[in-house]
């Protein structure tokens, strides 16, 4: 019997589309079920293909064996994330990514993977953590089982992702193949094959879930009023309501405990500089940690100024004759705001998206580190450890588990207030010290989004990816 799991490249069909004034044509074979037992629909996924591949031709130097395979997820907030596909009006849509890569020459594969809010008939959880990585996972195994069959090389997979889904990207390529997976991955009925990729695209992962609320409040203790947008969806179109309010006095009383708290974590980390200096944290937040993320901040401010940006409409930046000579830190802080409240991940209240991730079964959210539930304000459980650290790409760093992505590139906007600095420089700069190939910059005046200098990422893959 032929494996359920076996990719057919028969049943196709095809579209072409004018991207950037240029012709695409492309088949697609979509609705495909990655999972030999799956437990939700949304275990399905979608592959494009240029057209050119069958046809014996290149496209950008790659042909139907060499071509990348690039993985695109939607998952946002933790939320379930669809498979997509060009033109889906779907607001979690990233279908113009799609096109992008197809006439850049890639292979596109986009899988369906669950999230935190779903549920079965019986109204038990199913989307609860690890599920969204297990999907992933599944995904990457139905890939690579289907070497050969599925045009594109599977030993040059890159995943993207924003936000959450930034972290999914991250998580891909830390965990690969790790232990932990094996169990539910076994019961899925997941394709025998591995799950580690070539490359990670990750913007602003919101991830290190665990020591989040403290860099929050390393970056954002003193800083009292907060500013969000309240996101709802009418008619598939996201309505963005502004909200603002102010610390109360007990998160006051939080903060400055949460704040103490990051510089332990950090310097236990023992990250050290591109030349070997050990990057360090004083016990009031100051030092060599805190450097060089504001040097790379005024970086991101000369790049933006060289390239005729007003770098001063943030406070803090300092210009002199055309020369980003000071970011004020406080002064900067205060001017891209505060966005949460304390502690900005595991509220109190259970009612954070990382609250409801850590659920289980039959519960909808849990908290997630000691610290909230210490300080819990409703009857609440403490999610598992060992989950909570297999979810965090940082695991896998500090303790060799798993077969580790060479090639990383993460962004995080400089107006990003979603989760501190701190996080996406832990991780780029751990993954350096580790030996990675890492490309890590702040871009300046971006706020919390993604897949905004595709031409830049994809001539990054394209480096690791054309025949020289
Ligand atoms: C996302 C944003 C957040 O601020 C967060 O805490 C979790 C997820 C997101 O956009 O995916």
Known sequence: MTSPLRFDDTTYQSATTTVDGVAVTYRYFTGLTYVAQPVDDIQKLNVFVPEAYFNGQHVNGYNRVSAPIFMPNTVGGYMPGPRDYPRNSQPFSRGETILKALKQGYVVVSAGVRGRTQTNFQGEYIGKAPAFIVDMKAAVRYVKFNAGRLPGDPDKIITNGTSAGGATSALMGASGNADFFDTPLLALGAAPATDDVFAVSAYCPIHN????????????????????????????????????????????????????????????????????????????????????????????????????????????????????????????????????????????????????????????????????????????????????????????????????????????????????????????????????????????????????????????????????
């Open 209 to 468: 879930l665990e020591h989040a609320d403290a860099a929050y409040e390393w970056e954002f203790s003193g800083i009292y009023q907060w500013h969000r947008q309240k996101i709802r969806v009418v008619n598939n179109r996201r309505i963005c309501t502004p909200v603002h309010g102010k610390l109360t006095p007990a998160e006051r009383r939080l903060s400055p405990i949460l704040k103490a708290d990051f510089s332990g974590y950090l310097n236990e980390l023992h990250l050290t500089d591109d030349i070997g200096r050990p990057l360090t944290l004083t016990p009031e937040g100051n030092g060599s940690f805190k450097d060089v993320i504001i040097a790379q901040l005024r970086q991101s401010a000369q790049e933006a100024l060289t390239a005729g940006v007003d770098v001063t409409k943030y406070a803090g930046v300092t210009v002199v004759a055309g020369q980003v000579t000071d970011l004020n830190w406080d002064r900067y802080l205060r001017s891209i705001t505060r966005m949460k409240g304390v502690p900005a991940f595991d509220t109190l209240d259970l009612s954070s998206p990382e609250a409801d991730l850590f659920g289980s079964r039959l519960v909808a959210a849990k908290h997630f580190t000691p610290f909230a539930q210490d300080h819990t304000a409703v009857t609440s459980q403490l999610a598992d450890a060992d989950l909570v650290a297999a979810i965090d790409p940082l695991t896998y760093l500090l303790k060799p588990q798993s077969h580790i992505a060479q090639h990383w590139r993460i962004r995080h906007g400089a107006a990003d207030r979603d989760t501190s600095f701190a996080i996406p420089m832990i991780l780029a700069t751990k993954l350096k010290n580790n030996g990675k190939d890492v490309d890590f910059t702040f871009p300046w005046a971006t706020p919390h989004s993604g897949d905004y200098d595709l031409p830049e990422l994809f001539s990054w893959i394209d480096n690791l990816c054309q025949p020289r």
